[in-house]
Nanobody
Framework: QVQLVEAGGGLVQAGGSLRLPCAAS????????MGWYRQAPGKQRERVAG???????NYLDSVKGRFTISRDNAKNTVYLQMNSLSPEDTAVYYC?????????WGQGTQVTVSS
């Protein structure tokens, strides 16, 4: 059974930083991409950062230059480094693995940025 477990969320002041790890367990075959999404209250879930299996990374325009997605294959962990946070970044952040056989989601971690 595949599980994605996020951590690292919390309350931070504007201008601060957080790093969110997403640890994967279980067997995931044919990964197409890994990424981070977020959902703020009353808004649709949006993709923040993505890492296709073929290489490269992509970001939501509003986080470019502030957020960085990375991976540690040895630890089966994907990270989202978030710098220069603003109240507009407040949301529940979800880790996602998109594979040929299924689409996997973590339970989400709350990030709250105070002004």
């Amino acid at each position: 059974q595949v599980q994605l477990v996020e951590a690292g969320g919390g309350l931070v002041q504007a201008g601060g930083s957080l790093r969110l790890p997403c640890a994967a367990s279980g067997s995931i075959f044919s990964i197409l991409s890994m990424g981070w999404y977020r959902q703020a209250p009353g808004k649709q879930r949006e993709r923040v950062a993505g890492m296709p299996s073929g290489g490269g990374v992509n970001y939501l325009d509003s986080v470019k230059g502030r957020f960085t997605i990375s991976r540690d294959n040895a630890k089966n962990t994907v990270y989202l480094q978030m710098n220069s946070l603003s109240p507009e970044d407040t949301a529940v952040y979800y880790c996602n693995y998109r594979a040929v056989e299924s689409n996997y989601w973590g339970q989400g971690t709350q990030v709250t940025v105070s002004s």
